[in-house]
């Protein structure tokens, strides 16, 4: 699957996919056609039972992606950015955040902006030694825009982030480290190879145990968790021998007979 320029692509290798976002020449910087097949993605994973595990990356040496592409979102008038780019923004990549299925991004370079908010929606994120994190958006008159303000937020704490967006100052990856917001650094150029390793790694484990934990982690932060419990909830009570009696006696007409089995 890719977008119609060829600016976002999906392979699958056995129990895991690769999603790449494939803009080098513009820093990956993205365009309303890459958000729109990032949220074609996302949906077909989430229904795709053989995938176990996701990689998120991006082509080039010198970034994961810059954020929104400027020349499309300046020309806006100030509804339609309320309207399709920041309401659609916030759609797609808490699509990707709520994903059944763990995602590992791979950091290839700059992630800035838009680019650091898309990041934020993987699980597990790797990157290389050179790569470094910003908030620029207040150099150029506007605001995080993608939950920059909220999920990166629950993720390294209202300080880092306000340190960041209040002055743009770039972080390091060792620092990213630190804070939490990256979980392993690589050897130079190889920050996709080890996102594919723990996705190889993820895919060998039980998926509905590995699924359930992630859900149950993301509940803990406030994520999704009303449709988490209930989700569990309905899963738990259809294993029950009342619920075969309930469904057998609606087919049969007859009032159930419940024994809390």
């Known amino acids: 699957m890719a977008s119609p320029n060829g600016n976002v692509e999906l392979e699958k290798r056995g129990n895991i996919a690769i999603v790449t976002l494939n803009r080098p020449e513009k820093l990956n910087a993205l365009t309303p056609d890459m958000l729109s097949t990032l949220e074609e993605i996302a949906r077909a994973l989430d229904a795709d039972t053989d995938i176990r595990a996701v990689v998120l990356t991006a082509c080039g040496e010198k970034a994961f992606c810059v954020g929104a ?20 923004g916030h759609r797609i990549f808490d699509a990707w955040a709520t994903l059944r299925i763990p995602v590992i991004a791979a950091a290839n370079g700059h992630a800035f902006g838009g680019g650091l908010e898309l990041l934020a929606t993987a699980d597990i994120r790797v990157c ?35 340190y960041m967006a209040l002055t743009g100052n770039r972080i390091s990856a060792d620092k990213a480290l630190q804070i939490g917001l990256i979980q392993e650094i690589s050897a130079p150029g190889k920050a996709c190879n080890a996102a594919i390793a723990l996705a190889e790694k993820i895919a060998t484990l039980a998926p509905v145990s590995v699924q359930l934990t992630k859900q149950l982690i993301d509940a803990s932060l406030g994520i999704n968790s009303a449709a988490i419990m209930e989700g569990m909830a309905g899963a738990l009570a259809a294993t029950t021998a009342d619920a075969k009696e309930g469904l057998a006696s609606f087919s049969e007409r007859r009032h159930p007979l419940f024994k809390g089995e």
């Open 69 to 88: 592409d400027i020349n499309i979102w300046s020309a806006l008038q100030p509804l339609d950015m309320w309207r399709t780019w920041v309401r659609n």
């Open 128 to 162: 290389e030694p050179g790569a470094t994190f910003a908030f620029p958006e207040a150099g150029i008159a506007t605001c995080p825009g993608w939950s920059g303000t909220q999920r990166v937020v629950k993720l390294i704490g209202s300080g880092m982030v306000k």
